[in-house]
């Protein structure tokens, strides 16, 4: 499968954006997980293929929302008051089964980048 997000961008503090994982084929668990710089890659949130499981890293838990269009086989991370400290380069993975853990991911997107400003 080939993975292709969208949608970072600039944003102060507080600010929403949508970022979104394009992907050729729908029957995936899609996570997005983020790299800040001098830091390791770190999980931030999973679906499962059919959109009925949903699992957060705590430090995102209640200001992100991931969602799925099968549709249109797109994945969505709404990202609500953003903080500086969630400024990162953010990636889209896709697994065979719903999971948390990076190593289980298998095709990667290249990334989009998400600023926030204080």
């Known amino acids: 499968v080939q993975l292709q997000a969208s949608g970072g961008g600039s944003v102060q503090a507080g600010g929403s954006l949508r970022v979104s994982c394009a992907a050729s084929?729908?029957?995936?668990?899609v996570g997005w997980f983020r790299q800040a710089p001098g830091k390791e890659r770190e999980f931030v949130a999973a679906?499962?293929?059919?959109?009925?499981?949903?699992s957060y890293a705590d430090s995102v838990e209640g200001r992100f929302t991931i969602s799925r269009d099968n549709a249109k086989s797109t994945v969505y991370l709404q990202m609500n008051s953003l903080k500086p400290e969630d400024t990162a380069v953010y990636y889209c993975?896709?697994?065979?089964?719903?999971?948390?853990?990076?190593?289980?991911?298998?095709?990667w997107g290249q990334g989009t980048q998400v600023t926030v400003s204080s």
């Open positions: 993975a896709a697994a065979q089964w719903f999971t948390r853990t990076e190593k289980d991911y298998d095709c």
């Open positions: 084929a729908s029957s995936y668990a």
């Open positions: 679906i499962s293929r059919s959109g009925t499981r949903v």
